[in-house]
């Protein structure tokens, strides 16, 4: 058996440090405070308080006396891959017919500030959250938190969550997909993940992260979809392109 080595105070300074980077805490707000953080990760507090140095060493937190610890925000630019929105559709009806669905959590909220930007809300309106787990032959493989204007949540229940995909929803309630845009990425697995998809906090994930929108570019979805890449793969056919005297590589279907 192979034994994972990394110090614990490392594994949860790397979990925090994606948290940060995620923008899962807000700029003017406290990250959570020690003994909370221990809790959470059944650790003590002078782990928790090594892994936090490390964050203030590297800028990414500032430690204020009296007051608690506060995330420094940096902005980060991604390159996107575009991709066919048919064929995107297409896979993602497949997976929903193919695999069953647990939901773990349904909810009204105001959501972040990352996911009203997202969904282009104005502040204050809420959204409707749902958490599930994917099963494919009974073995769970991806953690989907999806967010939906209030207004289009309130026309499904959790039952149709259980039972249709987001997209067949969509349909169901008279709704229809234009666009995508998505972006991929490897993720840490935090407590919840490792405990929905049976791995161990840290072990390395793929994370998909995915707006929908109709036919007017009004956002209909934003989807943060974790996956175990022992279970699962994402395959794109690549077709080389020149323009503009440059080589390129395009996803079928773009022009």
Wanted: hydrophobic share 40%.
């Amino acid at each position: 058996m192979i034994v994972n080595p990394t110090p614990r105070y490392y594994k949860i300074y790397r979990l925090l440090k994606q948290a940060i980077e995620n923008r899962e805490y807000a700029g003017d707000e406290a990250l959570p405070g020690e003994n909370t953080l221990a809790q959470k990760y059944e650790v003590s507090r002078l782990t928790i308080r090594r892994s936090l140095e490390l964050l203030q060493n590297e800028g990414l937190v500032e430690r204020r006396q009296g007051s608690g610890t506060y995330p420094i925000m940096a902005d980060v630019t991604v390159q996107q891959l575009p991709a066919d929105i048919n064929k995107l559709l297409a896979d993602l009806d497949r997976m929903g017919t193919d695999t069953q669905a647990k939901l773990l959590g349904f909810d009204y909220e105001v959501p972040s500030a990352d996911v009203q930007a997202r969904l282009q809300l104005s502040r204050g309106m809420q959204v409707q959250k749902a958490i599930r787990v994917r099963h494919y032959q009974g073995v769970p493989f991806s953690f989907l938190t999806t967010y939906v204007p209030e207004d289009i949540g309130r026309r499904y229940t959790q039952d149709d969550l259980v039972q249709y995909s987001m997209q067949a929803l969509f349909r169901k309630i008279g709704m229809r997909a234009a666009s995508a845009e998505q972006t991929l990425t490897a993720t840490l697995a935090d407590a919840h993940h490792a405990s929905a998809l049976a791995v161990e906090a840290g072990s390395a994930l793929l994370c998909i992260k995915r707006v929908i929108r109709d036919a007017n570019n009004t956002p209909l979805e934003y989807l943060i979809a974790v996956y175990n890449p022992q279970r699962f793969e994402y395959r794109m056919t690549l077709s080389p392109k020149r323009a503009k005297g440059k080589d390129a590589w395009i996803t079928d279907g773009e022009p």
